[in-house]
Structures are given as C-alpha cells and as structure tokens.
C-alpha cells in the first residue's frame, strides 16, 4: 500500500466546473510535489511545497491551483480547464536535509483526469 | 534543457532471463540518479538509485551502473518475472535542481 493516497482515482469533468483533487502522505515526509503525465511524455513538474510553503511553481496556468494546508496535505483546486489538460495527475512527497531534490520522489497513484 | 531519454521504448524476455534498461542522459553536471518501475493504473515506484560518486549499486535483483564518462546509465533485473512486467524510467538531477525524468522503456515479460 503506498504511503501517498490520492482521491479521486478518476475525475471527469467539463470545462466549466470547479473541482478539486486531494493528496495525503502518511510518510512524515516535509516536501510535496505535483506533477502532471501525458502519454508517451517525461513528467512534468508543477509545483512544489516544502514545510507548506510553496517553492516552486513550474509555469503552470492559473487554472491550477495548489493549496498545502499542513506538511500532510496537498489539494490542486482545478477551474475552467482546457481538454489538454487530460492527463494523470501525480502527487510525490520526499523528505528533504539540506539542498532540495536530493532525496527519492515518493509517489501516489495519481487522479486520471479527463476534460470533456 | 536537460534531456533524459532510453535507446528503447519497448523490451520482451522471457521469464527467467536477465533484463538491461538503459538511460541516456545529456548533462555532465548531474549528480543524483532514480529509477522508477509504475505499473498500469499505479503511480511510480522508487526502485534503486545512485550518487554519481558510485558507478555501481545493488539492490534485491536489481544493479544500477552508471557512466559517467558517455552519460549513461542501466538497470539490470536479474531472474526476470512476469511481476517485473512494467514501464521503467530514470530520473536525473544536479546540485538541488529538480528531477528530470525519462519517456519509459515498456518491459514485457513472456512467460
């Protein structure tokens, strides 16, 4: 059983709605992350929190929303999205000591998302 | 940009064989290296990864090597199961800067 949990596993959703996907890690881990897969394409990063401060936002559009309420939880609010935006969305949690990305990415299954 | 990639996007063995995953990767200053296996409908799982002080680590049925001198690097599954049937890609970063991943190399295991 993994140590991130994502809900919901699968969102439909038209491009009008609001919704929003939930991540929680049950790992201790200090940092959370985001990220969105398409097919046949590398990972891409959207944002980062580390201690529920957000240091990094990837050049994501502002139809994306994330929000880090504690070190444990992790929301994306999703608004007026394009059918593009389909995709697997991936949450990853890692415990980072000192420089930043020098610990393994802890991932949950992701929400498979489609924009109709 | 960075660039991560695989010399193959597809690989069949059969089961009890020895797989070799391989990874290229473009930047000389990289410094930490991750493998992932995701299987369908799961997210990506931590396999084994190296430091680029080591050229080699092993791990249960697994062995990460790295060259640094052509900027590659390989996963070896040792015994091969139909478990092992899955997507596997690497992961590249340096000095703190964020992960850079690869496209995945689709391992299909006959049995």
């Known amino acids: 059983e993994t140590g991130v949990t994502q809900t919901p596993r699968h969102l439909v959703m038209g491009m009008t709605n609001k919704k929003s996907l939930k991540c929680e890690q049950h790992?201790?881990?200090?940092?959370m992350y985001w990220y969105k897969q398409s097919a046949k394409k590398p990972l891409e990063l959207m944002f980062v929190?580390?201690?529920?401060?957000?240091?990094e936002n990837n050049s994501v559009p502002s139809r994306f929303s994330p929000e880090c309420p504690n070190s444990s939880h992790l929301f994306l609010h999703l608004h007026t999205l394009q059918p593009e935006d389909s995709a697997l969305y991936l949450c990853?949690?890692?415990?980072?000591?000192?420089?930043?990305?020098?610990?393994?990415?802890?991932f949950g299954n992701g929400t498979r998302l489609t924009v109709t | 940009g960075e660039s991560v990639g695989l010399h193959l996007p597809t690989l069949s063995v059969q089961e009890g064989d020895n797989s070799i995953i391989n990874c290229a990767y473009s930047?000389?200053?990289?410094?930490?290296f991750i493998w992932y296996k995701q299987e369908s409908g799961k997210g990506p799982q931590f396999i084994i990864d190296?430091?680029?002080?080591?050229d080699k680590r092993q791990g249960q049925r697994v062995t990460v090597l790295l060259n640094k001198t052509v900027k590659h690097l390989s996963l070896q599954i040792a015994a091969t199961q139909p478990g092992d049937s899955a997507v596997y890609f690497c992961?590249?970063?340096?000095?703190?800067?964020?992960?850079?991943f690869g496209t995945g190399t689709s391992l299909t295991v006959i049995p």
């Open positions: 990853a949690s890692s415990q980072e000591q000192g420089a930043f990305y020098n610990s393994p990415l802890h």
């Open positions: 790992l201790g881990h200090n940092a």
């Open positions: 190296i430091r680029s002080n080591m």
């Open positions: 930047n000389s200053a990289s410094d930490y």
């Open positions: 929190y580390s201690l529920e401060e957000r240091v």
């Open positions: 992961a590249e970063n340096s000095a703190g800067n964020q992960f850079y």
